[in-house]
Each structure stands twice: as structure tokens, then as C-alpha cells.
């Protein structure tokens, strides 16, 4: 079985950075998984933030291009999202998620295991 372990995340001011992090542990086969970053605030649907699949391919949302960079260490299976220039649109919960060997997508549908999800909170 696969988990997801969140880490960072926390509070900013708007125009700071913040860092969010994403441990696979469990029983992880050895082959590329897809990662991907999602985020949720009440009242709203889970929204796909960025993504990155095995082949390196990376996508991410309008709202988050040029700001959000993620990044995979396949080798520790982390990956992290760096977060630049937040605005307080960008306050959510941010959720990883991970499939087993796919192609990068922003939809909740292409992603079997999640993790708990972590706080990021910015003030204007």
C-alpha cells in the first residue's frame, strides 16, 4: 500500500514563497509514477494545480503558471511544489496525489492514492 506524507506548507504574506513537500512511502514499485499537486477551499471543488509524469512531462494550471514550479526526486520519491509571488487566491489546502505510471494530468480521476493534505494560508 502506497501513502502520501505531506510536509511545509504554513503561512505567508502575499508576494512570498512557500514550500510544499510529498513523501511516497509503502510498498513503491520501481518504476516512474505520475505526481501531481491539487488544491481545495471550502465550498469549491479540488482544483489540479501541476503535475509531472515519468517521462518528465509537467503541466500546470493557468493560475499557478510562472509562479509554481514542482519538482520529482525519483530516486527518494519526493516531490516537492515551490511556491513564488502567492496571492491569497492561492490559500488552500494542498493535496498530493500519485498514480502508478500514467501521463501527467490536472484531473482528480487520473490519480488513485492521496495524501491528507496540508495548510497554506496567505494574508493580503
Known amino acids: 500500500q502506497v501513502q502520501l506524507v505531506e510536509s511545509g506548507g504554513g503561512s505567508v504574506q502575499a508576494g512570498g514563497s512557500l514550500r510544499v513537500s510529498c513523501t511516497l512511502t509503502?510498498?513503491?514499485?520501481?518504476?516512474?509514477?505520475?505526481m501531481a499537486w491539487f488544491r481545495q477551499t471550502p465550498g469549491k471543488e479540488r482544483e489540479g494545480v501541476a503535475a509531472?509524469?515519468?517521462?518528465?512531462?509537467?503541466m500546470y494550471a493557468d493560475s499557478v503558471e510562472g509562479r509554481f514550479t514542482i519538482s520529482y526526486d525519483r530516486a527518494n520519491h519526493v516531490v516537492g511544489l515551490a511556491m513564488n509571488s502567492l496571492e491569497p487566491e492561492d490559500a488552500a489546502m494542498y493535496y498530493c496525489?500519485?498514480?502508478?505510471?500514467?501521463?501527467?494530468?490536472?484531473?482528480?480521476?487520473?490519480?488513485?492514492?492521496w495524501g491528507q493534505g496540508i495548510q497554506v494560508a496567505v494574508s493580503s
Open positions: 509531472i509524469d515519468g517521462d518528465g512531462t509537467i
Open positions: 496525489a500519485a498514480e502508478e505510471t500514467c501521463t501527467a494530468s490536472l484531473t482528480e480521476d487520473g490519480y488513485y492514492y
Open positions: 509503502g510498498w513503491i514499485y520501481n518504476h516512474a509514477y505520475c
